[in-house]
């Protein structure tokens, strides 16, 4: 917390790490409750379904709040190694869930990402890798930023695309 003494308004770091981890947990247990139906008693798939369309969607929002709050600093952005692959992480997960709106043949890969994302949230808690990139000071949107998430966007459509051909392959 930054304001000990005060009225807090901010969501305390480690609270944030933990919800957004347990987001994630919780999407991936419920994937590798479904790779099992036998086991599991043969859920119904509406159930979880609608299960993911709604926590899905709350644990990128989760995930964007840490990102935005470790990334952006007051001296530039921080894109440390931790940072870098968190923020690969949901951008991909993002475009995965927004692929599974209109697709529903990718949203099965949810299942997949989602220990993929549960890691990186963990990597980033554990291993703090700060490597500033300043952009000239103006608090506003800086000359990096805009390049930079081109790639990261680039990378994450070029991910999604590798992985679909594979799947249409078989």
């Known amino acids: 917390m930054k304001d000990v003494g005060g009225d807090c308004t901010e969501m305390p770091d480690l609270l944030l790490y933990f919800s957004t981890a347990a987001c994630w947990l919780l999407l991936s247990a419920v994937a590798w409750r479904a790779s099992r139906p036998a086991l599991a008693g043969a859920p119904l798939a509406q159930e979880r379904f609608a299960f993911e369309i709604v926590v899905t969607p709350v644990a990128l929002v989760l995930h964007g709040m840490l ?29 995965y869930w927004l692929g599974g709106l209109a ?29 500033v990139v300043t952009y000239g000071g103006d608090p506003g949107l800086g000359i990096w930023l805009v390049p930079i998430a081109a790639v990261l966007l680039f990378y994450s459509v070029l991910r999604i695309a590798i992985a679909v051909t594979r799947l249409l392959k078989r």
């Open 103 to 131: 697709f529903k043949g990718l949203t099965s890969i949810l299942g997949l990402m989602a220990p993929v994302a549960l890691a990186a949230v963990l990597l980033q808690l554990a291993l703090p890798t700060p490597h």
């Open 67 to 95: 990102l935005y709050r470790r990334i952006v600093i007051p001296d530039g952005l921080d894109l440390g190694v931790a940072n870098a692959i968190s923020l690969l992480v949901a951008l991909t997960v993002l475009i």
